[in-house]
Every structure is written in C-alpha cells, then in structure tokens.
C-alpha cells in the first residue's frame, strides 16, 4: 500500500500521478487484431480454435457452442429457491429503474409552426458479453439484460465462456434465461466480441455490443467499433473512497477490499482528510484481507494497486476525484447536507454512494442502476450503461403548406451562402406548387 500525505514536499506530484487515461498494451493490441482478423476470414473454424485454445474447450461443430433447451432446463433445475428469489428482486430493481429512465416519443412544434420531435426505437439484435472467467458474473446478466429486456429488444444474444468441459455456470445460465437473453453462446475473450459484431455462420451479427470483460475483450470492443456500436469500455474494477472522520473504518476497509477482491488491475484508492482514520483504515486492511477467500488476488492488489492518501480537505479531495474519475465514488461525510455539498463538486464518477450504510456492493448486485461503469479515467467522457443506450432515436418532421412557406427565406439565405441552390430550389418549389393532399 502506498501513503501520500498533503503535508509532505512531493504531494502534488504524487496525487496527479493518480489522474490516468489507459491505453491499451502492445502485445494486447495485436493478440485482439489477430483474433479479430482471423475471425472474419475463417468465422466457425476459427472460433472452434479459439475456444481449445483459450478456453481449453473443444466443441465438436459451431451448433455446440449454443446452449440448448435442455441446458437451460437442466440448469434451472439446479437453482434453489433462495437464489431464485435473490435473482428476481435484484432484476426487479434494476427493471424499475430502467423504465423510469428510459427515453420517450415526444411532438412539438417549431417556429414556423411545423410538427417536430423524436421516436426511440429498440435496436433489433444486440450482443451483451459477460464474464464467466474464475467467479461468473451472475449479477452482470441482470445489469445488461434486463436493460435490453425493458425496451424490448426482440434478439438478445449473449456470450459468455464455458469451462473446459463446454458447461457454464447454471446459475448464470437460469439468471440470462430469466432476465430476457433469446440465445446463448458458450464462447469468451476478444473472439466473442468479434463473432457477435462480424457474425459468424453459427452466431449472427448484432448491430451494438455491449458489456464489461477484461482487456481482451475491452480491446475488441474498441477495435470492432464502426463495425458496430459498442456501449462504453469498462475494464478492471475500482474504487475511490472520499470520507471525513466519519467513517467507520472497518466498514470502508470492508468496501475497498471488496473491489480489490475482483483482483488484477483493480484500483483502490481511499482519501481522508483525517489523519487517525487513514491509519485505522489501513489496519483493517491488513487484519480483513486475512479472512477472505480470494485472499491471493487481494493480497496481490494490496501490495500494488492501493492508494492512501491524506488531504487537506473534502474539498481538495473533489479535485482529486474529479481528475480520477473513478468507476464506483463512496462519499462519506458527517451529515447528509455535507454529502451533498461535496457531491456537487464531483462531475467525473461513474456511480455514486453515500454515507456509512451505502457499500458499492448494493450497487453491484442489487440498487437498480446498472453496475457496468466507465473505468480507466473515461468516466471523465463516458457515463455508465443506461436503458437508453439499448434504444435507437430518430428524429421526425413535418411541415406543411403555411409552415414551409415560414421557413423558405430562412433557407434560402443557408443555401446563397453555402453555394448549395438545389437545396434552396427543393425548398421553394414547394411554395410556388400546390401539392397533393395525403391520401
């Protein structure tokens, strides 16, 4: 864990060590490029190949990495009834909060008296990634799915890798079915984003990609961009937590150590503007990390991924904040009015939680808003996974005879000065002919 302490000379240039903005690795880079070409030249042949050689998995022909009927049959057969009512209280939650967010056809009218507005149409076939790697992200189906789901989506086509005996985790498997996914593909990595955006004779293309993996497949994602929408690019998990003397330490070292728990590259910051806190926090992280099961991955992120950092006031702490813009934001202050006042000097987190009884894990698993959520320093550009996102919006218009007559001069100025006359003749033919009524 490192210590950086306001007081001391090279603060300034420690703390804006904390402002990143990654780039993809070399050798990840191509490895992707490689799968991705190679992939559209050779589409099943070559995800057969990838799937033995990434996944240590060998299927027999392309219609064997779909999971049947009888796989999810059997798979929900498998699912006890506490884990079935966990399931459906978390998707009803982030269901709510999707159709209070989602965006609606609106009509208007403008100056010259035309109608205008918007339409917000479901993308028809959309591909959702979820990981499966060493803990499968049963919640994730919920949190991508279900968005899909709300607008109606009519194909929702998700991958997510098998073990090497061609299973996936039939907890995963019951939640997708559940939450509204149409197929299923037992395929990973940057091959799955590649199959779902170019197609393959097995998996049909989709017209966006959306969901969180690791750099592989984040990198896929940036790469097939174009060739389809992607979503945003989420990638390890952090955490930045902001807290006066307040906080309970126990609690915060609980919530840091959660996301260390994803390990890899997770980021876990904490910043305090109390000296005695920072120093508890620390030893809780020492003393808890003991007790959890996947104490290897967070011994490994405490020893290189943990930032404590003692500031010289809430305030300051937003700054730094704001230049991090951290996937998950834990703000924790003495009242609820100061929490809200330091909240509205942050403009960069991707999501939110406040006070000593909001541990990121409710957003995780169970709040409503999805738990996908720009990392990297990209909440800086990017928001997180919205139901909107899984609509498509057009705009519509409509003038007639007195409403085109308004705007003909308004055009013709546009088209003298942009040398564009068939623009301005398409307008104005309209006012010098009498046109047809609509039948």
Request: aromatic share 6%; glycine share 10%; hydrophobic share 45%.
């Amino acid at each position: 864990m490192e210590i950086i302490d306001y007081r001391e000379p090279d603060y300034e240039r420690r703390i804006a060590a904390l402002n990143r903005r990654v780039e993809p690795l070399a050798d990840v880079r191509e490895l992707v490029a490689d799968v991705v070409s190679d992939l559209k030249a050779r589409g099943d042949v070559a995800l057969l190949e990838f799937a033995k050689k990434f996944d240590g998995v060998e299927f027999g022909d392309g219609a064997a990495m779909r999971v049947s009927e009888e796989e999810f049959e059997a798979a929900a057969g498998q699912v006890d009834e506490a884990m079935r009512k966990a399931l459906a209280e978390s998707r009803q939650n982030v269901r709510e909060f999707a159709e209070k967010s989602m965006r609606r056809d609106w009509k208007g009218t403008n100056s010259h008296g035309a109608m205008v507005g918007e339409v917000f149409r479901p993308f028809q076939r959309v591909g959702i990634y979820v990981p499966g790697g060493t803990a499968p992200l049963v919640s994730s189906a919920n949190m991508t799915v279900v968005l899909a789901a709300a607008v109606a989506v009519p194909e929702i086509v998700v991958c997510t890798p098998s073990n090497s005996e061609g299973e996936v985790n039939p907890v995963l498997l019951y939640a997708l079915r559940e939450a509204g996914a149409t197929e299923v593909y037992k395929v990973g990595g940057a091959q799955a984003i590649a199959a779902m955006a170019m197609g393959t004779e097995t998996i049909g293309p989709v017209v966006k990609v959306f969901g969180p993996g690791n750099s592989y497949v984040v990198e896929a994602k940036r790469q097939v961009f174009g060739m389809v929408a992607v979503d945003l690019l989420p990638g390890p998990s952090e955490i930045l937590t902001l807290a006066d003397e307040s906080g309970n330490a126990a609690w915060i070292a609980a919530d840091l150590l959660a996301q260390a728990e994803h390990g890899g590259d997770s980021v876990v910051v904490f910043l305090t503007d109390s000296e005695t806190l920072l120093w508890n926090v620390k030893a809780e992280l020492e003393e808890q990390a003991k007790s959890l099961t996947r104490e290897g991955p967070v011994r490994a992120v405490l020893d290189s991924g943990v930032q404590l950092a003692l500031v010289a006031s809430l305030e300051e702490g937003a700054k730094v904040v704001d230049a991090f813009a951290p996937e998950h934001l834990s703000l924790i202050c003495a009242s609820e009015a100061r929490e809200e006042e330091v909240m509205g000097l942050v403009h960069t987190a991707g999501a939110i939680f406040l006070g000593n009884y909001s541990p990121v894990a409710v957003g995780d698993f169970v709040a409503g808003p999805s738990h996908e959520l720009p990392t990297g320093g990209a909440g800086k550009s990017f928001g997180g996974l919205t139901v909107d996102q899984f609509q498509r919006r057009t705009s519509v218009v409509r003038y007639d005879a007195e409403s085109i007559g308004k705007a003909i001069p308004v055009i013709e100025r546009f088209t003298a000065v942009e040398g564009l006359d068939g623009h301005g003749r398409s307008a104005r033919v309209r006012g010098e002919t009498a046109a047809p009524a609509n039948l």
